[in-house]
C-alpha cells in the first residue's frame, strides 16, 4: 500500500511519499535510543509540562487537525475535531494523575523498607490504524511519555499527514526531537525496526493478523506487545429496556466514524418479545442518516476510508444474502464519487456467513433475534472476538449476569462502548491482550521493580522462590 494521502470523499489521491530507508530508519532509532537515556532522568515535572502544552496545541489546533482526518479518513469533521479534544483530555488526564502513579507504592514487610519503583524501559514502537488517527496515537503516547519512554509511530500508510502533524505537536510542545518521531515506512520495513535491540516494546493497534504477525516478530526477541485488535461487539436489548434510548443509541453506536471502530456495536441481539419493535425502529434510524461530504458538518455519515473496504463491504454484505440473510436496508456501494457505502441492515443472518463470523468495519448492522437471556449471552460470546459488550435492562439480576458472563474486556450497561482515560481499554479471545488508558495502561511499558532494604543487624526474610 502506497504511502499517500487519499481523499475517501472523491478517491482522488492528493499527496504521496516516499517511504524512509533503512539507513534513515537506523538513524532515527539511534536518535530516539540516545534521547531516551537523558529523557528518562528529564524530572517529571518538566515531562508533565511539555505534556501540557500539547493539549493546549491540540485544543487550539483542533479545527485545523480535524480538516486533516476528515482529508485523509473521511471521518465526519464534527467528530474529528472532537477527536483532536479528546487527545488534549488524555494529556491533561496524565498531566493530573502522572505523579500519583509513578511515586513508589510502599509495601509493608519484614525488611526495614520494601516498595516498588516504577521505571520506563526504552523506545516504544507503536503501530497505529487509520480509524482514529489522533486519539489512538495519543493514548500510547501521553502515558508512555509520562512515564520517561520514547515513541517511534509507524501509522498507517492512508494517514501521513496526521502522523506528521502528531509529531510535530509535541515537538511545539517542547519534547526533545527524539522523543516521538514519526517513521513513515511500509508494513515491510516494521520488522527491521521491532529486530532492532534498542527498542525494547511494541503496541499495535490494528487487525488480528497484524498483531499475531507483530507479536510473533517480537516474541521470538522476548520484547513485550500490547495488541488491541478487532472487535465484533454484541449489543443486547431485554425487555426491561428503556427501548426510545436504546434504539438511539444502537443506530449512534453502528456509525461512529463511519462505522469503522473496533467498539463500534455490530451484532445487535435482541428478545424476542421486543424484537419487532426495535427491528422497525432501528431500520427507520439508519434510512434517516444523512449520508454525505465528510467536511459538511450538518451530515451524520460520511465515506469508508478505503477502496478496499468498500470491496470487504459489498463481499460480505452480498454472499451474507446469498448465503440466507435477510437485506432490510441498503446493501451496496452508492453510486456517486468517494469510497461511500450505503447504510445496510441485515437479519436473520446464518451462521457461518461473512456477517456472523467476521468483523464488519462500516456501517452494517446485524439483527439476531433470541428467546431468553441464555441464548443472548451464548450469542453474545458465539465470536472470535472480545473487546467490548453493550446490553441494555433495567433488571439487576440480567445486568449482573451480563457483566459476569459475557466475554469481553469492557462491558456498558444501558449505554455504548466507549474509550475513557479513566478507564482501561483493551479486549480478550482475539481482541487481543494488554490495557491501554488509566495507570495500567502506563504500566504496560514500565519495569515493575521490587525494592528491599534490609539493615545490618535486622532478620533476614524467609521463604522459597
Known amino acids: 500500500m502506497p504511502i499517500a494521502t487519499i481523499n475517501p470523499a472523491s478517491g482522488e489521491t492528493l499527496r504521496t511519499f516516499e517511504a524512509l530507508s533503512s539507513a534513515e530508519i537506523e538513524r532515527r532509532i539511534a536518535r530516539a535510543a540516545e534521547t531516551y537515556e537523558s529523557f528518562r532522568r528529564t524530572p517529571l515535572r518538566e515531562r508533565l509540562a511539555c505534556l501540557q502544552r500539547a493539549a493546549e496545541l491540540l485544543e487550539a489546533q483542533k479545527e485545523e487537525l ?4 476528515t482529508l485523509e479518513m473521511g471521518k465526519p469533521l464534527k ?3 472532537e477527536e483532536a479534544a479528546k487527545c488534549a483530555w488524555a494529556c491533561r488526564y496524565y498531566v493530573e494523575n502522572g505523579e500519583r502513579f509513578l511515586q513508589d507504592r ?3 514487610t519484614s525488611a526495614t523498607r520494601s516498595f516498588v519503583r516504577y521505571q520506563p524501559v526504552g523506545p516504544v514502537l507503536a503501530i497505529m490504524p487509520w480509524n482514529f488517527p489522533f486519539w489512538q496515537v495519543f493514548r500510547f503516547a501521553a502515558p508512555a511519555l509520562t512515564a520517561g519512554n520514547v515513541g517511534l509511530l509507524k501509522h498507517a500508510s492512508n494517514v501521513p499527514q496526521c502522523a506528521l502533524a502528531i509529531e510535530n505537536i509535541f515537538l511545539e510542545a517542547g519534547f526533545p526531537p527524539g522523543a ?3 517513521l513513515l515506512i511500509g508494513s515491510d520495513q516494521v520488522e527491521q525496526v521491532i529486530q532492532d535491540p534498542r527498542v525494547r516494546a511494541v ?3 490494528g487487525s488480528t493478523p497484524a498483531g499475531s504477525a507483530v507479536a510473533a516478530q517480537a516474541g521470538k526477541l522476548i520484547k513485550k506487545t500490547v495488541l488491541e485488535l478487532g472487535g465484533s461487539d454484541p449489543f443486547i436489548v431485554m425487555p426491561s429496556a428503556d427501548l426510545d434510548k436504546a434504539v438511539t443509541t444502537a443506530v449512534k453506536a453502528r456509525v461512529i466514524n463511519n462505522g469503522q471502530s473496533c467498539i463500534a456495536a455490530k451484532r445487535f441481539i435482541v428478545h424476542e418479545q421486543i424484537y419487532p419493535e426495535f427491528e422497525r425502529r432501528f431500520v427507520e434510524g439508519m434510512q434517516a442518516l444523512r449520508v454525505g461530504d465528510p467536511a459538511d458538518l450538518n451530515i451524520d455519515l460520511g465515506p469508508v476510508a478505503t477502496q478496499s473496504i468498500l470491496a470487504d463491504l459489498e463481499r460480505q454484505v452480498q454472499t451474507s444474502v446469498e448465503q440466507g440473510a435477510r437485506l432490510l436496508l441498503g ?5 456517486r464519487p468517494g469510497f461511500y457505502f450505503s447504510p445496510t441492515v441485515l437479519a436473520d443472518i446464518p451462521r457461518g456467513s461473512p456477517a456472523y463470523q467476521e468483523e464488519v468495519f462500516g456501517p452494517v448492522a446485524m439483527l439476531h433475534r433470541v428467546r431468553d437471556i441464555d441464548e443472548a449471552i451464548h450469542l453474545a460470546n458465539d465470536t472470535p472476538f472480545g473487546l467490548g459488550a453493550a446490553a441494555w435492562t433495567r433488571d439487576p439480576g440480567e445486568q449482573e449476569r451480563f457483566i459476569n458472563e459475557i466475554q469481553a474486556g469492557m462491558v456498558f450497561i444501558n449505554a455504548m462502548v466507549a474509550s475513557d482515560p479513566r478507564l ?3 479486549g480478550v479471545k482475539e481482541s487481543g491482550y494488554g490495557r491501554e488508558l488509566t495507570e495500567l495502561g502506563m504500566y504496560e511499558f514500565m519495569n515493575i521493580k521490587t525494592i528491599w532494604i ?3 543487624g535486622e532478620a533476614r526474610q524467609t521463604g522459597t522462590e
Open 66 to 69: 480535524g480538516r486533516l482526518m
Open 79 to 81: 467528530a474529528a475535531m
Open 106 to 108: 510502599v509495601v509493608q
Open 180 to 182: 516521538f518521531q514519526t
Open 203 to 205: 503496541t499495535l493497534t
Open 331 to 335: 446493501g451496496g456501494r452508492l453510486d
Open 424 to 426: 482501561p481499554f483493551g
Open 454 to 456: 534490609q539493615e545490618d
